[in-house]
């Protein structure tokens, strides 16, 4: 009984609202990087450079503008062009070929991204303001109102894609090229455009959560490899290609790691969701919620 | 029974040999930069080639031999630490029983999975390496890793020599070498066989009755084996290990070298080594120090992925496989 007695019951809910916050965003990221998947049969391992990139695009804009809707929109945007850019011009020549040739492709671009951002904005992390600057006392702490924002505006935008993908015009070309690409071609849906399309919108993703993160820990050029690690972990435990699957994974795995910050200290807890992963390709190498085929 | 030479052997045969006295001239001729320069050309190419028995031969893409790599660094680095005077083939010895170790955890879960899943999953498993040993500061250094004397090439009661950047090279190329001749008989021998078999058609070679997964298993170990090699030599050659070898840019440029110089050669892979060190070379010498020269090496990387996915030694595959 000892253990309950000294159970730190503030502290662990505390990490429940951190742990779905952080859930939200990763399930922002994953969601974007799992529809390239699902989609393109692409694995696009510069996903966490263009969540960076999005950052930096957000912070410059802000200090320019000050705003920080405006910056969530023109990072979005930014980068939905240069996803559409690299995709063009990298992706599109491979169309045919084996698979793995996108994942090298994806990873050349993940180098240059990189090296581009440490060339650029140098190697200290970038601050951003909080742009909402209200608390709430949840125990002891000040807790900031933008984090449960943030957990919000991320649900909304997966939803909002979601809801893109059942009714949109776009959003049904999209799912019969995913069904079949041959036929969706035959019918006159321009289907070299939806690929463009799609990387473009899962890069547009993947930027917005990168605004919507930079307030909480910074921007630096490094941050990339963690978030498509993490994302990465997300999908295959989500199971590939299921949208649904990615958004629980990510949420049960933030969690996973918050609680386990209360007893470790935060670089080791990332052994937990690397944990998850090896249990899962134990006991269900298809992730725990694919659709079965 | 004797085999005749055919008069493809006898011309692969006369290049090895040419080649091979090029590199046992080399240190001599060279200055003490680019003789240091090419012994680490050479073991990058060795961590290359260990990684090509799974890129080119069996068709999985590994980017997680920086924790092959790292663990065979790091068990030299144990010997050469704990053992007094420090002995060359105990590093040796723990630097592959660490690969072995490493290999085996990662060969055992990582094998379940294929493509895709197989190269991301092996890059996540070198991470938990990379945590363990940057988090475990008492054991390890943390960050700023291990540093120990050379140890002295010996073979009992009969040399007992310093190390210079000259014999460390012609070692380091002993060894570099015997590890081409072996992986090239391994790839040759039915067990190489099979591994083609699983590139091509991984479905068909299970349904001819071969139990896929434990190939892939040995396969992973073979390259896991042979990447701890390249660690060790790395940390003899250095005199030092630190994180940043198991880190995951170790396990990219391996990716790379491999990529660059042809996937599925053995010697490709050391060429794409050599090629991508020179580069670097060259472009720190005419820009400086600062300069982001992996952004120029990542615009030929793609470019090589697009327009010559067989690499800079591809039109001889065939040929070499032979």
């Given at each position: 009984m000892q253990f309950f007695h000294?159970?730190?019951l503030d502290l662990f809910i505390i990490q429940t609202v951190n742990g779905i916050v952080a859930g939200m965003i990763l399930a922002l990221v994953a969601s974007g990087l799992t529809l390239i998947f699902g989609i393109m049969d692409v694995v696009n391992f510069a996903h966490g450079e263009l969540f960076m990139l999005g950052a930096y695009v957000g912070v410059i804009v802000i200090a320019y503008t000050g705003n920080f809707w405006l910056a969530l929109v023109v990072a979005a945007i930014t980068i939905a062009i240069l996803g559409a850019?690299?995709?063009?011009?990298?992706?599109?020549?491979?169309?045919?070929?084996?698979?793995?040739?996108?994942?090298?492709?994806?990873?050349?671009?993940?180098?240059?991204?990189?090296?581009?951002?440490?060339?650029?904005?140098g190697p200290v992390a970038r601050r951003m303001p909080d742009p909402i600057t209200g608390h709430f006392?949840?125990?002891?702490?000040?807790?900031?109102?933008?984090?449960?924002?943030?957990?919000?505006?991320?649900?909304?935008?997966?939803?909002?894609?979601?809801?893109?993908?059942?009714?949109?015009?776009?959003?049904?070309?999209?799912?019969?090229?995913?069904?079949?690409?041959?036929?969706?071609?035959?019918?006159?849906?321009?289907?070299?455009?939806?690929?463009?399309?799609?990387?473009?919108?899962?890069?547009?993703?993947?930027?917005?959560s990168g605004v919507l993160f930079a307030p909480l820990a910074g921007v630096d050029f490094s941050m990339g490899l963690d978030w498509v690690l993490k994302a990465f972990i997300v999908v295959v435990v989500g199971g590939m290609g299921s949208l649904g699957g990615s958004v629980v994974a990510a949420i049960f795995i933030s969690l996973l790691e918050s609680y386990a910050a209360i007893w470790l200290d935060p670089s080791q807890a990332v052994i937990v969701s690397f944990?998850?992963?090896i249990l899962t390709l134990l006991f269900k190498p298809t992730g725990l919620f694919a659709a079965p085929k | 029974m004797t085999r005749h030479m055919t008069r493809h052997d006898k011309i692969y045969w006369a290049g090895f040999a040419v080649v091979m006295a090029i590199l046992i001239v080399a240190p001599l001729v060279l200055p003490e930069f680019w003789r240091r320069f090419l012994t680490e050309v050479l073991i990058w190419g060795l961590l290359a080639m260990s990684s090509d028995l799974l890129i080119g031969y069996t068709g999985m893409i590994s980017f997680g031999h920086s924790a092959f790599f790292g663990l065979g660094m790091y068990g030299a680095a144990a010997a050469l630490l704990l053992v007094s005077p420090p002995n060359l083939w105990l590093a040796i010895g723990?630097?592959?029983?660490?690969?072995?170790?490493?290999?085996?955890?990662?060969?055992?879960?990582?094998?379940?999975?294929?493509?895709?899943?197989?190269?991301?999953?092996?890059?996540?498993?070198?991470?938990?390496?990379?945590?363990?040993?940057?988090?475990?500061?008492?054991?390890?250094?943390?960050e700023n890793g291990l540093i120990f004397s050379r140890p002295h090439f010996?073979?009992?009661?009969?040399?007992?020599?310093?190390?210079?950047?000259?014999?460390?090279?012609?070692?380091?190329?002993?060894?570099?070498?015997?590890?081409?001749?072996?992986?090239?008989?391994?790839?040759?021998?039915?067990?190489?066989?099979?591994?083609?078999?699983?590139?091509?058609?991984?479905?068909?070679?299970?349904?001819?009755?071969?139990?896929?997964?434990?190939?892939?298993?040995v396969a992973v170990m073979l390259s896991g084996l042979f990447a701890g090699l390249a660690g060790v030599l790395y940390g003899i050659?250095?005199?030092?290990?630190?994180?940043?070898?198991?880190?995951?840019?170790?396990?990219?440029?391996?990716?790379?070298?491999?990529?660059?110089?042809?996937i599925g050669t053995l010697v490709g892979p050391i060429l794409g080594a050599g090629f991508f060190q020179l580069l670097h070379e060259l472009m720190s010498r005419v820009f400086g120090d600062q300069f982001p020269y992996l952004i120029p090496l990542g615009f030929i990387f793609i470019a090589m992925i697009i327009f010559l996915p067989q690499g800079l030694l591809g039109f001889a595959r065939r040929w070499l496989n032979k």
């Open positions: 000294n159970f730190p850019a690299i995709q063009i011009v990298t992706l599109r020549p491979l169309i045919g070929r084996d698979p793995l040739n996108t994942i090298l492709v994806t990873f050349g671009i993940s180098l240059i991204l990189q090296n581009y951002a440490l060339w650029q904005f006392i949840l125990f002891y702490l000040d807790y900031p109102w933008y984090r449960m924002v943030i957990a919000g505006l991320s649900g909304a935008i997966i939803g909002g894609f979601y809801l893109f993908l059942k009714y949109a015009k776009f959003g049904v070309w999209i799912r019969a090229t995913t069904q079949d690409r041959v036929m969706a071609q035959a019918m006159g849906i321009p289907v070299p455009w939806v690929l463009t399309g799609v990387f473009a919108l899962g890069a547009a993703m993947a930027a917005a944990v998850v992963l | 723990l630097g592959l029983v660490g690969a072995a170790a490493a290999a085996l955890f990662v060969a055992y879960f990582s094998t379940r999975l294929r493509d895709i899943y197989f190269a991301i999953s092996t890059l996540i498993f070198s991470q938990i390496f990379y945590v363990i040993i940057f988090t475990w500061t008492s054991l390890t250094g943390g010996s073979i009992p009661f009969l040399v007992d020599a310093r190390f210079t950047t000259t014999t460390l090279h012609w070692f380091v190329l002993a060894v570099v070498t015997a590890s081409y001749l072996i992986l090239r008989r391994i790839t040759q021998s039915p067990f190489g066989m099979v591994l083609q078999s699983i590139r091509e058609n991984e479905a068909r070679t299970r349904a001819i009755g071969f139990s896929v997964q434990h190939y892939k298993i050659q250095n005199e030092f290990v630190a994180p940043n070898f198991v880190y995951f840019i170790t396990s990219g440029d391996t990716v790379i070298f491999n990529v660059m110089g042809g």
